[in-house]
């Protein structure tokens, strides 16, 4: 036996090849009629084969092997049907109708019908339920709209056939409407992950099977079908299609992994295009049929064209106000994640102030002088309470940032003034880490909440400070860049990967990643600094050479003109004694 | 004679501490309370105050409704007062200050600036009048 699935996969090609060849070319000498109907039993074989051999790759799922033999028995039905009429053929000479193969034939619809009804599907909500119904209905009155006017419509006024080959004409018709019902009650739920190829595959083979039935239909009744003839092309690549949906089935090891079946949100969209699509081609089909057809008289095509419109706006209704109650979910999630914010914010707050008001007043020697041992322990105790203050404020900021929900209070402001501050805010780690601080500041005034960019141009400044290296210089400079004021700061560390300009914006990314801990940094800084300038309207980004330094840019879009008649000056910010580390606030531990 | 300063706050801890810090660096004469109604009956009895210090997030009565209240018995008509408050939001802020309050101190506070940041705010408070 072939298992190996490209081996398989090969001898499937190569006999669809030789079919399609025989079919245009006629090579092989003979009846027509018995060489076709030949041809035909290997491909349902492979099918067959296949969808068994399927069957034992899932054996530890018992739904997934069930689905597999359900399908495996209908194309044995199917095979047995072919069979039959190759005897007829082939043994007897004579093709009657319908014949002993019939009642294989159509066992396969009801077969196939239950084993797509056997597929695992995800439980759904009754919203879900109802509008997986109504794309159903809709799929099946297009579909069926089409099967009428083309199979069971005509075979209904044809006269001369008996009572039973007429029933059994309308049969496979019939059967093929019922399949596509069974499709998109699959199709349109949430199937298990590992029978998604095989589920693809099995659909396209049906639909070219409901292809082939509506052209063996018509060509039945118009008596211009014969075995052999090229609709048979179809059945041969339906069943091929089959047979590749076997051979795509991966092994299935754990009930868990496909017995049990999500459903994620967003599963609903999958194959909703499905009614549409029937709905645009039963319109296509309906609206180019000639007038007054005796069978299909206009007034029920009216009424066709009405119920499929109603389905589909009650359906685009049901999902609309999914959609709303959604919405409302989601927004409710935010309000509640608001205030656990709001509220785990103060519940932190609370003991950190007791506890950096007790340290910081022994710290400060209120009480008396301590031992020095403990004097430092009590520094490192300040040093690192203020880095969890400020984590936590980081925290709660980005989070602010992330519902939108940053507040500001822009009013006009000379960009000297915000720059002095900061620099204010960070001269003491400088001055520790004995780093110069320059400024170069052109008079701009700029429409921005003052604390929130003195925070941002900090946040700068304190990661410049800290990847620089001692005795090195740290530059701020802002300068007129057509309606903005371009911010920068310079430093002459060891520069930012190319490859990191971006991702240095991202929340507690930092190039090294133990740089978290020998540097002291929240990992939030940078990301606050650009959520901050963003929502001023500005734009944050990196220039860097790795080895020289990195500058940080920033712009803030002007309140007005420059100042007239101001200086235009340098600053020098010389560091001051240097402190011992352990007095430091905000500094680098 | 020192200036006298109403402390309202929940949490015993901080009391303890805003209080050390403000009668050993600031030197002034703090009168604590642990609930605004508790605040309440501290005015009616023993104001008018200097300065009222107020958290603005309490059980029952909260800091806000505690300011309204005050106002409500004019207990506090030239008294500056400074809420304290984990929230620094500026919108926070801004309607703090909208209800009457002179200004508003962040939590954690610093015990070596608590002092200051609050005279500070006190004196801005009464130039202004």
Known sequence: ?589 | MSPRLLLVDDDQDIRTIACMTLERLGGWEVIRAASGSEALVCARESGPFDAVLLDVMMPGMDGPSTLLELQAEDLVANTPIVFLTAKVQVAEREHLISIGAAGVIAKPFDPLTLSNELQQIVQNRLAQD
């Open chain 1, 1 to 589: 036996m072939i298992r190996r699935p490209r081996t398989s996969l090969l001898a499937l090609g190569a006999f669809v090849a030789i079919y399609l060849s025989w079919q245009l070319l006629h090579w092989i000498p003979g009846s027509r009629q018995s060489i076709g109907d030949l041809l035909i039993l290997p491909v349902d074989g492979a099918a067959m084969t296949t969808a068994w051999w399927a069957s034992r790759r899932c054996s530890d799922s018992q739904r997934l092997r069930l689905f597999w033999r359900l399908l495996a028995l209908a194309l044995a039905a199917e095979l047995t049907g072919d069979v039959i009429q190759v005897l007829y053929e082939v043994g007897f000479r004579r093709s009657p109708y319908p014949s002993l193969a019939d009642p294989f034939y159509l066992a396969f619809y009801p077969l196939l019908l239950i084993a797509l009804l056997r597929v695992p599907v995800a439980v759904v909500s009754p919203t879900k339920l109802l509008k997986t119904i109504l794309d159903g209905t809709t799929i099946v009155i297009g579909g069926g709209a089409i099967v009428w006017y083309f199979v069971l419509g005509p075979t209904a006024v044809e006269g001369g056939q008996s009572t039973l080959a007429m029933a059994v004409s309308m049969a496979f018709p019939v059967g093929d409407l019922f399949l596509l019902a069974g499709l998109a009650a699959v199709l349109l739920r949430h199937g298990p992950q590992t029978l998604a190829s095989p589920l693809r595959l099995i659909t396209a083979a049906v639909l070219l099977g409901i292809l082939a039935d509506v052209l063996y239909g018509s060509g039945q009744l118009q008596g211009t079908y014969t075995s052999g003839d090229w609709i048979d092309t179809l059945y041969v690549l339906e069943f091929a299609t089959f047979a590749l949906a076997g051979i795509s089935q991966r092994p299935v090891s754990t009930e868990q992994s496909s017995g049990e079946v999500s459903d994620p949100a967003g599963s609903s969209s999958r194959a909703s295009w499905l009614p549409y699509v029937s709905v645009a081609i039963a319109l296509g089909v309906l609206l180019g049929v000639e007038r007054g057809d005796p069978f299909f008289p206009n007034v029920s095509l009216v009424l066709i064209v009405i119920v499929l419109g109603v389905l589909v706006a009650v359906r685009q209704y049901i999902a609309q106000r999914e959609l709303l109650h959604t919405q409302a979910a989601l927004r409710e999630s935010e309000r509640v994640k608001d205030e656990f914010l709001s509220i785990a914010g103060h519940e932190l707050r609370t003991p950190l102030t007791s506890i950096r008001g007790s340290l910081g007043l022994l710290d400060a020697g209120v009480l008396g002088k301590l031992p020095k041992e403990a004097e430092n322990m009590v520094a490192i105790a300040v040093l690192n309470t203020d880095r969890l203050v400020r984590l936590i404020n980081d925290i709660l900021d980005i989070e602010r940032m992330a519902a939108g929900r940053l507040s500001l209070d822009p009013v006009k402001l000379d960009v000297r003034d915000l720059v002095g501050q900061s620099i204010q805010v960070v001269q003491a780690s400088a001055d520790a880490a004995q780093i110069e601080l320059q400024s170069d500041v052109e008079p701009l005034m700029v429409l921005a909440d003052g604390d929130r960019i003195v925070q941002a141009v900090v946040n700068l400044l304190g990661n410049a400070v800290k990847f620089s290296e001692q005795g090195s210089v740290v530059k701020v400079k802002v300068s007129l860049a057509g309606q903005n004021a371009l911010f920068s700061v310079a430093d002459t560390g060891r520069g930012i990967p190319a490859d990191r300009l971006e991702s240095i914006f991202e929340r507690f990314r930092q190039v090294d990643t133990t740089d978290a801990r020998e540097k002291g940094g929240t990992g939030l800084g940078l990301p606050i600094a650009r959520g901050i300038v963003e929502q001023h309207g500005g734009r944050m980004w990196a220039e860097s050479e790795p080895g020289v330094g990195s500058t940080l840019r920033f712009s803030l879009p002007l309140a007005a003109r420059p100042l007239a008649g101001s200086e235009h000056g340098v600053v020098q910010h010389t560091p001051s004694a240097p402190r011992p580390p352990g007095r430091l606030e905000g500094g680098v531990l």
